[in-house]
């Protein structure tokens, strides 16, 4: 028999946890042909000599929304060996792109240059957006969910109070229409305003709507520090009562007076899923330092209103004042953890790979560092990046080895080169798969090899409800990635991060090879979930 690609004598790891047998891969028409033996011949040959072929790893919770229709390659993500991204998460989803939540969506494209690139009016609809991906093709797989925020935002605007009977009910007709289009379900940020200003019954009523039409609901939390406990509780709340698988974001425990929580959170899940028959699992990113907008560190109070009333406020004495006083008194943190990364004032940019406490030793007594900060966003307009270390290695360790954890990076599809090159992104978003396979499971023996791979590829896949996808076996997209499980690594770092992986030899997405050792083939075989 004749395949399109054959590859010899590899090690395969096939995402079910099972141990890893050596063997070969066979593909043609974008499926796995056979597994195992293979008899026949492939127009393309590749021997592997040993090294690990595994399913392609599947990138649970990423926020790519908006840099995919920029870079279609998705370079840093399938240079890590990713071949299906999950995007809208935290509440921020691409669309729907109406009322306020459009002028959100193309803030972002304008403030980073890349308006004339990207023509957002193009969508409204998830159905749109999706179709707008899929027209001129990606790298990758996609798909998405539909973000709380963007919902709350085109009903409610930014306003801090709670909707109306109709105007949750516009909401939910909104959720709906996202699911119908293809969305997998609904992701909320309760940490970050709009979502902040929700409460927990407005979230159960979308959240029933996404379960009606087979969807799950992830959720970054309201509090991943002091009320982790309470978050964890309300999560569990919201799916008791929308009957909706759940999936926690990024699970972790921030400063040293929660650091040890995690134990406590895991086992209440355990014991929801036991006692309750709850569907609970979360994700995890391999690093002891979050990332997201500075201006999240400003109390929610400040945010009411949007970003024109924050940067009044920001400009306003005593309203600033008393920002002032509520960040350094809610921060309990060292001004060291807080690392300016990307900014979109040129004037700023001195500011980018230095921490606060760095800034203001520079400034000689001029600023105190809230000062700083509060400076920084408001000349900014509020669209600085910064990482914040805050997590504890040993909660890094105790959620990755759990056996409700999977794999996702937080982070986005970014490239070395033009706009989405610019500034210090978290090296999640080069490197978290090749940390995991490199750091925790050849270094510090925290995963076995099979256990981090199902945690990368069917574990996710079965959360999505794919049967063809996350799994090595015959019939399934021919999803794949070829590493060598002695060198494979995370080469670069938070202050230097973008650097693709070392050791992710190929990748192919159904079934087109998209990666060749250190070259992007320039493929785009991606499908897009729902289009």
Sequence with gaps: MRYDTVLRDGRIVDGTGSPWYRGDVAVADGRITAVGEVDGDGDRELKLDGRVVAPGFIDIHTHSDFTLPANREAHSKVRQ?????????????????????????????????????????????????????DADGVSLNIGSLVGHGNVRAAVVGYDDRAPTDDELAEMQALVAEAM?????????????PPGSYAETDEVVALAKTASDLGGFYATHMRSESDKLIESVEETLEVGRQADIPVQISHHKAIGPDNWGKVR????????????????????????????????????????????????????????????????????NRSWDGVLVTAVQNPELTDYEGRTIAEIAAG?????????????????????????????????????????????????????????????????????????????YVREEGVLSLEDAV????????????????????????????????????????????????AGIDHVFVNGDLVVDGDDHTGARPGEVLGA
């Design 454 to 501: 199902h945690k990368m590829t069917g574990m996710p896949a079965a959360r999505l409800g794919l049967d063809d996808r996350g799994v090595l076996k015959t019939d399934a997209h021919a999803d794949l990635v070829v590493f060598d499980a002695e060198t494979v690594e995370q080469t670069g770092d938070f202050l230097d991060p973008a650097h693709y992986p």
């Design 363 to 439: 400034d000689g007594e001029n600023r105190e560092p809230a000062e700083i900060l509060l400076d920084i966003v408001l000349e900014d307009k509020n669209r600085t990046m910064h990482v914040n270390f805050g997590m504890d290695e040993d909660d890094v360790r105790t959620v990755m080895h759990h056996d409700l954890t999977m794999v996702g990076s937080d982070g986005s599809s970014l490239c070395q080169h033009g706009p989405l090159g610019e500034g210090v992104p978290h090296p999640r978003n080069y490197g978290t798969f090749p940390r995991v396979l490199g750091h």
């Design 180 to 192: 119908a289009d293809g969305a997998v379900g609904l992701s909320t940020g309760l940490f970050y």
């Design 264 to 331: 406590a959170t895991l086992r209440r899940m355990e014991l929801v899923r036991e006692r309750e028959g709850l569907e609970v699992q979360c994700d995890q990113y391999p690093y002891v330092a979050s990332s997201t907008s500075l201006g999240a560190l400003l109390p929610n109070w400040a945010h009411d209103g949007g970003d024109d009333k924050l940067l009044e406020r920001l400009s306003d004495d005593t309203d600033r004042a008393r920002i002032r006083e509520d960040l350094t008194t809610d921060r």
């Design 81 to 133: 060996g990713v071949t299906l991204e999950i995007v809208g998460n935290c509440g921020t989803s691409a669309a729907p792109r109406n009322g306020k939540a459009a002028r959100s969506v193309d803030n972002w494209f304008q403030s980073r240059g890349l308006a004339d690139e990207v023509d957002s009016e193009q969508w409204q609809s998830m159905a749109e957006y999706l179709e707008f991906l």
